[in-house]
């Protein structure tokens, strides 16, 4: 069976699919909107599930894979309640301790993409750990629908915290040698650009597609950042060449790169906006920059 990409899909339904990902349209939202496009509400609803995550066929590194050790972690809440609970992998050889890497989440909590995120980054080396802030509701549910909803009760506040938290946390395991970086996809793009201003011992930040913080916290910035942007996510990239002008003036190291044709999204193997050739080198550009900056 061939594989779906996003030149399959008309550019309106793209449109339609990330607002209703972000949260602007709900299910029924899309599904009225994008049979307009598709000529019936049947044809509609077949679009929504092309369009959807398809976890089980494009994992990469298996639960089970003999490389690495996983296990679930959890680490004290700093706003005195819960735990900040989540997946941590390692590389199985050789033994010692391994620069770390936080992994954070899109809008849909610690889903099996990004757990498979997180295996991938043990396989290449590193201590990977992903937070879950659905844990408090129990985790990711298993739909996409009840993980947005439950995403959207989540205290934005008090996940800021337990990220700052987490990657403090990973600086002081036995596994670790004290290094930490971050990457984060959409809403955890937008998060790794917010850890970079809190975490001056921050290594290096990596974003996908993700949103800026304010200029006036630019200045506070010390890791290196190396920053992935898709072509066509109009939503995202407004926001960039602010970002741009006050990481140049406040003398900042970063670097940034577009790439052409691509949707939101595009590193996402689980649905047809992945991009396999952007991806790709957008990963590969990832793993260098952390071990040139974690090593």
């Not at 301790?97 to 080396?125: C, F, Q, S, Y």
């Not at 407004?238 to 939101?264: C, F």
Request: proline share 7%; aromatic share 10%; with cysteine.
């Amino acid at each position: 069976m061939t594989r779906l990409t996003a030149q399959d899909f008309q550019p309106e339904v793209l449109q339609l699919f990330d607002r209703y990902v972000h949260g602007d349209l709900g299910r029924r939202g899309f599904l009225d909107q994008a049979a307009r496009f598709a000529g019936s509400p049947a044809a509609a609803a077949a679009l929504l599930a092309a369009l959807s995550p398809q976890f089980a066929s494009a994992q990469v590194v298996a639960p089970t894979d003999a490389r690495i050790a996983t296990r679930r972690a959890s680490f004290d809440s700093p706003q005195g309640h819960g735990l900040v609970q989540g997946l941590l992998a390692r590389p199985m050889q050789p033994v010692g301790k391994r620069p770390a890497v936080l992994v954070v989440h899109e809008n849909r909590g610690l889903n099996p993409h990004i757990e498979d995120i997180t295996r991938r980054l043990a396989v290449d080396g590193f201590l990977a750990y992903a937070p879950d802030m659905l844990a408090s509701y129990g985790g990711y549910p298993g739909d996409e629908d009840k993980a947005r909803e439950a995403f959207a009760k989540v205290d934005q506040a008090k996940a800021r915290a337990d990220f700052i938290a987490a990657a403090q946390a990973l600086r002081t395991l036995p596994e670790s040698t004290g290094k930490v970086g971050v990457v984060g996809f959409c809403y955890g793009g937008g998060m790794a650009n917010y850890l970079a201003t809190q975490l001056p011992e921050l290594a290096a930040a990596v974003p996908f597609y993700g949103g800026q913080p304010p200029a006036a916290d630019v200045p506070k910035i010390s890791a290196p950042l190396l920053i992935h942007y898709a072509s066509d996510d109009p939503r995202i990239n407004a926001g960039w060449p602010d970002y741009e002008a006050a990481l140049k003036a406040a003398g900042k190291r970063y670097e940034a790169h577009v790439y052409p044709n691509t949707q939101h999204g595009f590193n996402n193997d689980t649905t047809p906006r992945f991009d396999a050739a952007a991806a790709k080198l957008a990963w590969e550009r990832t793993l260098a920059v952390f071990r040139q900056h974690l090593a």
